[in-house]
């Protein structure tokens, strides 16, 4: 059976844009009844509870996570209470649960052939979803995966910035970023304001946002759900690897260079990296970065 949450002309324009711009796309999953509040609630009663997470909504767009002030609700509270609450949640890894493990799969397979066809397999498929209070802002941040960011009820608006500005986000970052050692949020600076293009994305639309496009989101004045569907790929996957080498290069005084963005080939520094890790030698190095 033929998929059609997203239209034809998305994925054609998709396919034009990927992996490097962002672009919008129309799908038809509005409706759909997993992704209503009370399936919600349901959902995060049985994701495992580290894969919930929820913050209040009125942070400003840089904030250090040791200053993310601890939520006072539970988790059930939250999204039930989620109209006045002033908050934002995350389910994740949403594909944990079988159905929503089917949505994910179906929501990509027509995108599949686009993806496969530049950046290569379509790898690790991992699914989130956002229930957000009038209002709340997610922090300037970056993200590792491919994803296209559904609107399933009210609005936002994504500020996206140039994913390869170093201005943005320094290559350590990226580097620490890889070994799983830099939180998600990103160091803000209103001189880098001027450099960021809003996006504005309504219920029915969908936003394809480039892997590690650095990002913050305003919500709109009516509650928000969003589901995010997200992938690696051979290339990223590459490109990570590169950033996991140029951080142990580093420490021995080199200077490297950072990988390019794609169409660029970092297969060269991901086997010397793999290389590496198998000979148990990356481990070394990074309890002596600790
Ligand atoms: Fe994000």
């Not at 034009?16 to 711009?21: G, H, N, Q």
Request: glycine share 6%.
């Amino acid at each position: 059976m033929t998929n059609t949450t997203f239209t034809p002309d998305s994925i054609a324009s998709f396919a034009e844009a990927y992996p490097e711009k962002p672009n919008k796309l129309r799908h038809d999953l509005c409706d759909h009844p997993l992704l209503q509040l009370p399936a919600l609630v349901e959902l995060a009663t049985q994701l495992r509870s580290d894969h919930v997470e929820y913050n209040q909504g009125d942070l400003p767009i840089g904030i250090n996570p040791k200053d993310v002030p601890k939520p006072t609700l539970d988790v059930e509270e939250t999204i039930r209470s989620i109209e006045e609450s002033g908050s934002w949640m995350a389910l994740k890894f949403i594909e944990n649960i079988p159905e929503y493990q089917k949505l994910l799969v179906d929501t990509l397979s027509a995108i599949e052939p686009a993806v496969r066809g530049k950046t290569g397999e379509m790898i690790k498929l991992e699914g989130f979803i956002f229930v957000s209070s009038p209002g709340a802002v997610t922090p300037f941040h970056f993200d590792p995966e491919h994803n296209i960011l559904l609107q399933i009820r009210g609005n936002k608006v994504l500020t996206m910035f140039p994913a390869e500005d170093e201005n943005i986000v320094p290559p350590q970052d990226h580097e620490s970023f890889a070994y799983g050692e830099h939180h998600r949020n990103l160091e803000w600076r209103d001189d880098i304001s001027a450099l960021g293009s809003p996006m504005a994305l309504t219920a029915g639309e969908a936003l394809f946002v480039p892997v590690k496009m650095p990002h913050w989101v305003q919500n709109g004045p009516d509650v928000s759900i969003s589901l995010s569907v997200t992938w690696r790929s051979e290339w990223s996957v590459a490109e990570s690897d590169a950033r996991a080498l140029n951080a142990l290069l580093r420490q021995v005084g080199i200077s490297p260079a950072a990988p390019g963005r794609w169409p660029a080939n970092n297969a060269g520094k991901s086997i010397a990296f793999r290389a590496l890790r198998k000979a148990g030698i990356t481990k070394v190095a990074r309890s002596m970065m600790s």
